[in-house]
C-alpha cells in the first residue's frame, strides 16, 4: 500500500455506548505515540428520552459540544441539535488541519 493510501475502519454491531467506551480505551492507549483527531459522544444523563445522543467531546483538548435540546420527560421527538454537530465538525476540521496521524468521528461526529 503506498503512503497516499488512507484506511477507513467502521466499527459496528453493538451499542453506541459500548463503541464509545472502546473509542475511549483506544484513544487513551494510543494518545502518547499518535496525534488523534476527533471526536467521542458522551450521553446526556438524562432519564426517559427518546434519544441519547448528548455531547461530543473533542479527542484533542476535551472541549464539550452539546447536541441535544432537552425536550423534557416522555419526549418521543428526536432532540437533536444540529448546531452543536456543526460546533463540532468545524472543530475537527481545524484539529485536521492542525496535524494528526488518526481521526476518530462518532456516528454523530
Not at 441519547?52 to 447536541?67: Q, V
Not at 420527560?73 to 488518526?102: K, N, T
Amino acid at each position: 500500500m503506498s503512503e497516499a493510501a488512507k484506511i477507513i475502519a467502521v466499527v459496528q454491531g453493538a451499542p453506541s455506548a459500548v463503541v464509545q467506551d472502546l473509542f475511549r480505551e483506544f484513544v487513551d492507549r494510543r494518545k502518547s505515540s499518535t496525534r488523534i483527531a476527533g471526536v467521542i459522544e458522551e450521553g446526556h444523563g438524562l432519564a426517559d428520552r427518546a434519544c441519547s445522543a448528548g455531547r461530543l467531546r473533542s479527542i484533542c483538548d476535551g472541549s464539550l459540544h452539546p447536541i441535544f435540546q432537552d425536550l423534557g420527560p416522555g419526549s418521543e421527538a428526536c432532540h437533536l441539535d444540529g448546531a452543536g454537530a456543526v460546533s463540532a465538525s468545524d472543530a475537527i476540521q481545524r484539529d485536521i488541519a492542525a496535524g494528526c496521524d488518526l481521526v476518530i468521528l462518532s456516528k454523530f461526529g
